[in-house]
């Protein structure tokens, strides 16, 4: 079982930048996938970015891409979100997630493992 703990979110204006953390107690953190989601409410869960075990190959959703970086620091069992140019939706509570294998390109919701609580982001017009 691997627990996943996000930290970062907040209050920020349209425009700013805001970066998420995630941390992650799997001693093989390096063999996993790993991706952001983030829901509004009463909206579906929504793929934002993923990165592959090696962090040399990343993955966007089409809304986020060009504004949003994740990025993975494998040696502090860390995965992160820099968010820059941030507009009113992209208010939601983002969620990190882990991929048990070092599978490319996956998207979809099913097809993660382990799931953090999330963390409120909220954009300010």
């Known amino acids: 079982q691997v627990q996943l703990v996000e930290s970062g979110g907040g209050l920020v204006q349209a425009g700013g930048s805001l970066r998420l953390s995630c941390a992650a107690s799997?001693?093989?953190?390096?063999?996993?996938?790993m991706a952001w989601f983030r829901q509004a409410p009463g909206k579906e869960r929504e793929f934002v970015a993923g990165i592959n075990w090696g962090g040399g190959t990343t993955w966007y959703g089409e809304t986020v891409k060009g504004r949003f970086t994740i990025s993975r620091d494998n040696a502090k069992n860390t995965v992160y979100l820099q968010m820059n140019s941030l507009k009113p939706e992209d208010t939601a509570v983002y969620y990190c997630a882990a991929h048990e294998g070092r599978d490319d390109y996956i998207r979809f919701r099913k097809l993660y493992d382990y799931w953090g609580q999330g963390t409120q982001v909220t954009v300010s017009s």
């Open positions: 799997a001693r093989t953190f390096s063999t996993y996938t």
